[in-house]
C-alpha cells in the first residue's frame, strides 16, 4: 500500500470514526431509543413474571437455561431483532431525508458512504447493546439458582453473538432497502414477518434465502415439547458456512448500500 | 370616516356552524391515502379475501353441480354464521386490517405534529372532538370496506344465490352482528391507530409501533400460556380478545375458555385510556422546555 | 483574476419542470448576490455548485476541480441552505461542534470554534438548549453558524435572511461584507433587491432558470428607475384626474380600471409623479382614496427585462 493510499484510508477511516460518534450519541439521546428500550426489556419482565410464579408454585420449576434458549432468544430473534433492525435500518437514509437534514452531512469533507457506514456502524452499536441488555438480565434472571455453573455462561455467549449477527445481517439489508425506496416501510414489514417465517416452511434449499435460517443454523436443535412450535426449521446449514453467508450478506448489502447512496441524487419533498 | 373604518366591513349576519365540520379532514385523508403508490396495489388486492368467501357462498348453492363435476369428495359448504365469523373474525382478515390501518392510518396524527399543523386546525371554528371524529373517520371508511360491506354483501349474495329469503329468516340477527362486530373492530383499531399515532412524529416509528405491538401481545400470549397453561393470558394478545369477542358477537364458541366479557373490558380499557393520551397530547400549542 | 467557481453550460431538469438551463458563469473571489424572483432557480444552481444535485447537462468546479463526489473540496465550503430544518433534539452546542466533528478538528478547537460562531450569531447564551425551542430567527441564526463555524474559503448561502428581525439582518450583512476584505468568496441568493445591495455590488439575475444578467448592480438599479411604472390611484373624479396627468411628458399611459373610480397610469419617473397628485388633487378639488403600486416589485422588473 502507498503512502497516499494508507493516508486516504486513514482519513477515511477517521471519517467513519467521527460520524459513528455523531451518531452514537445522538442516537443515544433520541426519545425513540428510550422507547426501543423499554420495549427490549419486555422479554427480562416476562422473565421475572416467570421467574416469580415459580418462587411460589408447587411444581417442579422448568430449568432456567431451558426457558432462555427456547422462549427468551426466540423472542429476540424472532419479533424483536426484525423491529429493531427494520427501524434503524431504514432510518440510516430515511430519516436524513424525511428531516431534511442530509444537507449538512453531504456538505462535509466525508465522503458519502463513510457517512452511510458511520451511521449504520452507531445505529447497529446501539441496538446491540439494548439487545445484549435484555437477554442478559434476562439469563441472569432465569438462572439466579445457577450462577454458579460457568458453562451457562457459554450459552449467554453465544445467544448474544448470535443475536448480534442477527441485528449486523439485518440492518445491513435494511439500510440498503431504506436507499433505494423512499417508503420502505411496508415492504420490510413484509419481509420480517412474512418472507423470512414463511420461507422456512418451503422444502429444499428455498428456506436459504431467509437471513432466519442461517442464525438458527447457529443455534441448538430444539427438542420437541414446550416452546418447539417457536424454533420451527427445516434442515440448518453448518455453522462456519451459516456466519460466512450472514457476514457476506451484510457486507453486500452495505456494499451496494453504500453504491446507491454516493451515486443517487436525493431530493427534498416540498 | 376616520381611517379605522374604512379598508374592512363588519359581518353582520349571524354566524352558522357547518353540519360535518370534521368531513374536509376526512376527505382529505382518504384522498392523501390513495395518492400512496403502494396503496394502490394493496387496496384490491385486501378484497381477495372477501371474495374468496363470496366465491365459496356461491359454490354452497350449486353444491350439486360441483358434485357432479367432482364426484362426492366435495365437502359440504354450510353457509351460516360461523362462515361469516370465520371470514370476520379470522387471523387474516385481521392481517389485512393491520396493513390497512398502517397505510392509512400511520400518519394521520403524526404528521400533523410533524408539520406543526394542529396550531393551523384549531386557529380554525373546529373543535377537538371534530379534530378526532374526522381522523377517525378516515380509519372507519377503510376498515368498513373490509368488514361492514363484504358482511352485508355476503347476506345479500347469499339471499340472491339461493333465490329466497331462507337464510335471513334462518338467522335474522345476523346483519345486527355483523353490524356489531364490524363498530366493535373498527372503534379498537381507530382508537388503536390514532393512540400510537399521537406518541411520535416519524410515521415509519408509528407503523412499526402499531405491528410490533400487535404481533408483540400474540407472542407474549404464546409464551406465557406455554409456561403456565392459563387461557388467561390470551387476554394479553389483541387478536386473541377480538376473536374472542367475535365468537360470542356471531354465537359462536369463543376459541379460549375464559368469560368473553373480560375481552371485551380489555378492549374497552385500551380505548379508553388511548382517548385520554389522545386529549392531552392533540393540542394547539406545544410548550417547549 | 482565477475564477474560484465555474460553471459551464449547467443544466437541471426535475421531470418536465426545468430547474436551470445552460447557466455558464464565473464566479472570482468576492461577494457575489443571486438574485431572482421566487421559483427562479436560485437554490437549484446553489445546489448545483455544492453538489447536493446532479446537473442533467454541464458541470462545476470549484477551484478547478469538479464538485460532485469531490468531498475534499468541502472543507473550504460553507452552506446554509435554504430549508428550515436541523437535528431537533440536539442544542444548538451539540448541533456546531457535532458538525464541526465532522472536519475532524481536535475537540479543544471544536469547542473554540463553536464558540466564535455562536458568538457571531449571539447564540452563547442560548447554546444549551435544544433547537426544538429555538424561534425562527434562531434557528437561521444557527444555520449561518454552522456554515461558517468551520472558517470557509467559499460561503455558498441560500435565503440567509429569512426570518430575521432587521437587526440581525444587519449584522448578518455586516458579516457578510466583511468577508469580502478577507479575500473570501461568498455567494448569496435572496429575492429581495435591497438586502443583495446592501451587501454587494455583483449580481446576477435569475429568472425562470436563466440568467438573465450579470454585473453591477446600477445597472439593475437603472433599469427599474427607467422601466415603466403602473400606479394606481382611486379617486372622487378620475377622468378630471387623467385629463391632467395626460398633459405630463412622463406620463407615458392612462387607462381607466375596471374597478370603480380608479386610474391607472403608467409612467418612467415615479418621483416626478408622486411629487405632483397633491398638487393636482388640491386644485382640482379631487379627492385621493387610494394609491398603489401594483408592479413594485422584482417580478415586475423581470417582466420587463423579457420584454426588452
Not at chain 2, 94 to 123: P, T
Not at chain 3, 237 to 250: C, G, K, T, V, Y
Request: aromatic letters at 14%; charged letters at 20%.
Amino acid at each position: 500500500m502507498t503512502q497516499k493510499s494508507t493516508g486516504k484510508l486513514s482519513f477515511y477511516l477517521t471519517s467513519l470514526k467521527d460520524v459513528y460518534s455523531f451518531f452514537f450519541f445522538m442516537g443515544r439521546k433520541s426519545k425513540k431509543m428510550k422507547l426501543f428500550f423499554l420495549i427490549s426489556i419486555l422479554p427480562v419482565v416476562v422473565a421475572l413474571i416467570i421467574k416469580i410464579n415459580q418462587f411460589f408454585s408447587d411444581r417442579t420449576a422448568i430449568q432456567g437455561i431451558y426457558i432462555f434458549n427456547n422462549m427468551t432468544v426466540v423472542m429476540y430473534l424472532q419479533f424483536l431483532i426484525l423491529i429493531l433492525a427494520l427501524f434503524y435500518g431504514t432510518s440510516v437514509c430515511s430519516e436524513e431525508m424525511e428531516g431534511k437534514t442530509l444537507t449538512y452531512l453531504t456538505t462535509r469533507p466525508i465522503a458519502k458512504s463513510a457517512i452511510l457506514l458511520g451511521k449504520y456502524a452507531a445505529y447497529t452499536s446501539l441496538i446491540i447493546i439494548l439487545t445484549a441488555i435484555g437477554v442478559t438480565l434476562s439469563f441472569f434472571i432465569l438462572n439466579l439458582n445457577d450462577l454458579l455453573n460457568f458453562s451457562l455462561y457459554k450459552i449467554l455467549l453465544r445467544d448474544v453473538v448470535v443475536l448480534s449477527l442477527g441485528l449486523i445481517c439485518y440492518t445491513s439489508f435494511f439500510t440498503f432497502i431504506g436507499t433505494i425506496m423512499k417508503k420502505s416501510i411496508i415492504f420490510g414489514l413484509v419481509f420480517s414477518f412474512g418472507w423470512e417465517n414463511v420461507i422456512q416452511y418451503f422444502p429444499g434449499s428455498t428456506q436459504r434465502f431467509a437471513i432466519a435460517h442461517y442464525l438458527k443454523s447457529l443455534l441448538p436443535a430444539p427438542k420437541t415439547g414446550r416452546f418447539s412450535f417457536l424454533m420451527f426449521r427445516l434442515e440448518p446449514s453448518p455453522p462456519l458456512l451459516a456466519v460466512f453467508m450472514i457476514l457476506l450478506i451484510t457486507v453486500v448489502f452495505l456494499g451496494l448500500a453504500c453504491v446507491l447512496f454516493s451515486w443517487k441524487e436525493y431530493i427534498f419533498e416540498d | 370616516m376616520t381611517i379605522k373604518e374604512k379598508g374592512y366591513t363588519h359581518w353582520d349576519g349571524e354566524f352558522q356552524d357547518k353540519k360535518f365540520p370534521w368531513w374536509p379532514i376526512t376527505r382529505y385523508g382518504i384522498k392523501l391515502t390513495f395518492r400512496k403508490k403502494f396503496f394502490k396495489l394493496f387496496f384490491p388486492a385486501s378484497f381477495l379475501l372477501a371474495v374468496f368467501f363470496l366465491a365459496g357462498i356461491y359454490i354452497s348453492e350449486r353444491l350439486d353441480d360441483f358434485k357432479s363435476m367432482f364426484g362426492e369428495s366435495v365437502p359440504s359448504l354450510q353457509i351460516d354464521p360461523a362462515y361469516f365469523k370465520t371470514y370476520l373474525a379470522g387471523g387474516f382478515l385481521l392481517f389485512i386490517m393491520l396493513i390497512m390501518v398502517i397505510f392509512c392510518g400511520s400518519g394521520l396524527i403524526s404528521d400533523d405534529l410533524k408539520h406543526n399543523a394542529l396550531q393551523l386546525y384549531f386557529s380554525r371554528p373546529l373543535k377537538k372532538r371534530d379534530y378526532f371524529l374526522g381522523k377517525t373517520a378516515v380509519i372507519v371508511f377503510f376498515l368498513f370496506l373490509l368488514t361492514l360491506v363484504p358482511g352485508f354483501v355476503f347476506i345479500i349474495m347469499k339471499m340472491i344465490f339461493a333465490g329466497s329469503f331462507k337464510f335471513f329468516l334462518s338467522y335474522p340477527w345476523l346483519p345486527l352482528s355483523v353490524i356489531a362486530y364490524s363498530v366493535l373492530v373498527t372503534a379498537f383499531f381507530s382508537f388503536y391507530t390514532l393512540f400510537l399515532s399521537s406518541l411520535n412524529k416519524s410515521r415509519l416509528f408509528v407503523a412499526i409501533l402499531i405491528f410490533g405491538i400487535y404481533f408483540g401481545s400474540e407472542i407474549l400470549r404464546a409464551i406465557f400460556y406455554e409456561n403456565f397453561h392459563n387461557h388467561h393470558f390470551s387476554l394479553l394478545s389483541i387478536s386473541a380478545n377480538i376473536q374472542q369477542v367475535g365468537a360470542v358477537i356471531f354465537n359462536q364458541k369463543t376459541p379460549y375458555p375464559i368469560h368473553w366479557i373480560l375481552s371485551l373490558l380489555v378492549l374497552t380499557a385500551f380505548c379508553i385510556l388511548a382517548g385520554f393520551v389522545l386529549k392531552k397530547k392533540v393540542k394547539g400549542v406545544e410548550i417547549v422546555k | 483574476m482565477k475564477p474560484v467557481i465555474e460553471t459551464q453550460h449547467l443544466s437541471k431538469w426535475y421531470g418536465n419542470v426545468l430547474g436551470l438551463s445552460d447557466v455558464t458563469l464565473e464566479i472570482e473571489p468576492g461577494i457575489t448576490g443571486i438574485l431572482g424572483p421566487n421559483g427562479a432557480g436560485k437554490s437549484t444552481f446553489l445546489k448545483l455548485i455544492t453538489g447536493q444535485i446532479k446537473p442533467n447537462i454541464g458541470t462545476c468546479f470549484i477551484k478547478g476541480k469538479k464538485i460532485r463526489n469531490n468531498y475534499p473540496l468541502f472543507s473550504f465550503i460553507g452552506f446554509c441552505p435554504e430549508q428550515d430544518a436541523f437535528f431537533d433534539e440536539l442544542t444548538g452546542w451539540q448541533f456546531i461542534t457535532g458538525l464541526l466533528r465532522l472536519h475532524h478538528y481536535s475537540p479543544a478547537e471544536r469547542d473554540d470554534r463553536a464558540q466564535k460562531a455562536l458568538e457571531i450569531v449571539e447564540l452563547v447564551e442560548d447554546k444549551d438548549r435544544v433547537i426544538k425551542s429555538y424561534s425562527r430567527g434562531m434557528r437561521q441564526r444557527l444555520k449561518f453558524a454552522q456554515a461558517i463555524a468551520h472558517d470557509p474559503e467559499i460561503v455558498v448561502l441560500d435565503e440567509p435572511l429569512n426570518g430575521l428581525d432587521p437587526l440581525g439582518r444587519r449584522k448578518i450583512i455586516r458579516l457578510i461584507k466583511s468577508y469580502k476584505g478577507e479575500g473570501r468568496t461568498v455567494m448569496v441568493s435572496s429575492h429581495v433587491l435591497p438586502e443583495i445591495e446592501a451587501m454587494t455590488k455583483k449580481i446576477i439575475l435569475i429568472h425562470q432558470g436563466k440568467i438573465f444578467a450579470q454585473g453591477d448592480i446600477h445597472y439593475i438599479r437603472d433599469l427599474i428607475e427607467t422601466h415603466p411604472h403602473i400606479i394606481s390611484i382611486k379617486c372622487s373624479d378620475p377622468r378630471l384626474l387623467a385629463s391632467n396627468f395626460i398633459q405630463e411628458e412622463f406620463v407615458l399611459n392612462v387607462k381607466f380600471s375596471s374597478a370603480e373610480n380608479t386610474l391607472l397610469v403608467e409612467t418612467n419617473n415615479r418621483d416626478k409623479f408622486f411629487s405632483l397628485i397633491p398638487s393636482l388633487s388640491v386644485k382640482n378639488n379631487i379627492e385621493v382614496e387610494e394609491i398603489t403600486s401594483p408592479d413594485d416589485n422584482l417580478q415586475a422588473v423581470f417582466d420587463y427585462l423579457v420584454g426588452k
